[in-house]
């Protein structure tokens, strides 16, 4: 039997699953003190998956990755400069809309999971602190 790639996978499958994932990315960052403060912030320039405070003052704007396979170099290596661009202006945007949050040192860090062999296991998480630069 041939296996389904994630692209011919229906849009439907790969938005439950995006979500499932960052709903585990977030419980993760919850297990380690992270107090989650938004999630899927979308404005014109993208989306921020996950924005955080790390006490006590740090603001953690995650990037959630998930890969199936490691083909091409992993979640991580997903986040290429075109993605950081967008992802420093979707943070600009945040930051303009909640002025508070300007007050905190940012930080950019990427989490990094790999989907479970069998149903109902926990994904793997890379967390990666401070991926990219401000």
Request: net charge positive; hydrophobic share 45%.
């Amino acid at each position: 039997m041939r296996r389904i790639s994630s692209r011919e996978r229906p849009a439907c499958d790969r938005r439950a699953l995006g979500a499932a994932a960052e709903a585990a990315a977030a419980s993760f960052l919850e297990r380690h003190g992270l107090v989650i403060l938004l999630r899927n912030f979308q404005c014109r320039f993208g989306e921020l998956d996950i924005v955080a405070l790390q006490p006590p003052d740090v603001l953690v704007i995650a990037e959630v990755r998930l890969r199936s396979r490691g083909d091409y170099g992993g979640g991580a290596a997903s986040v290429d400069a075109h993605k950081q661009r967008r992802l420093h202006l979707a943070a600009r945007q945040l930051l303009l809309r909640r002025p508070a949050l300007s007050r905190l040192r940012a930080r950019f860090d990427v989490l990094e999971l790999k989907a479970p062999a069998g149903d109902g296991a926990s994904p793997d998480i890379h967390w990666i602190r401070a991926a990219f630069g401000a």
